[in-house]
């Protein structure tokens, strides 16, 4: 039997029926009818929803994590960030901040569980094959473009647009347009998120 794309999905299944002894009592034929619908409502979402698909908008909750985790073995992300504020030495500070001769040091930091628009970017940074497997700064390039402007881990057509990326030595340093992905897109690269070769360092500037 040859597989093709051109032919639909089953559309109904086949239905249960009782034996011809049962067929003329009422409540049994209430019965496998009710049970007929139910496999055809589970068959139809099956059919709308094809799971492998995770930039669908029926994908999304915690279908998307079972998506994400149980069919590309990626878990949702966490994005942390953390301030850290040390004071210390002669004048380094305003009188009666620090104990003379004392040091200050504090950290602070946030912790935020990704939502599915960046769940499904980080989602595509890891799975799209079409720039191959071969690090380069085309291949960097496109899918820090993808991150930024593909929505709900959707495509986008790279071509020549920003990011601006220069290297010296083993980093490399980003320049993306300003926008609201950028410190997203930032908290990924530091936390370990987004999949790099270890061999560098990136900086998103």
């Known amino acids: 039997m040859s597989e093709s794309f051109s032919t639909l ?16 009592d009422p409540n049994i034929q209430a019965f496998f009818a009710a049970y007929n619908n139910i496999a055809q ?4 979402w ?5 799971l492998g698909v995770y930039t669908s908008p029926a994908i999304a909750g915690p279908l998307l994590d079972w998506v994400g985790e149980g069919v590309y073995g990626i878990a949702r992300p966490v994005l942390t960030s953390s301030v850290i504020t040390k004071i210390a030495g002669y004048n380094s500070a305003p009188y009666n901040t620090v104990p003379y001769n004392g040091m200050l040091f504090s950290e602070t930091g946030t912790a935020t569980v990704a939502t599915d628009d960046i769940y499904k970017r980080v989602l595509t940074w890891h799975l799209y094959r079409g720039d191959g497997q071969q690090f380069s ?13 593909g929505v709900n881990g959707a495509d986008w057509p790279v071509l ?8 010296s030595g083993t980093t490399f340093t980003i320049t993306p347009p300003a926008g609201a992905m950028v410190t997203l897109l930032r908290q990924a690269i530091e936390n370990g998120i987004l999949a ?3 061999q560098y360092n990136f900086i998103v500037s």
Do not use: C, E, H
């Open 9 to 24: 999905p089953l559309q109904a299944p086949l239905p249960a029926y009782p034996y011809v002894q049962y067929r003329d």
């Open 41 to 44: 409502g589970y068959l139809d």
């Open 46 to 50: 099956f059919n709308n929803t094809p």
């Open 137 to 149: 700064i085309f291949w960097l390039k496109n899918r820090i473009n993808r991150f930024l402007n």
């Open 160 to 167: 020549n647009n920003p990011p601006s990326i220069t290297m």
């Open 196 to 198: 790099l070769p270890f």
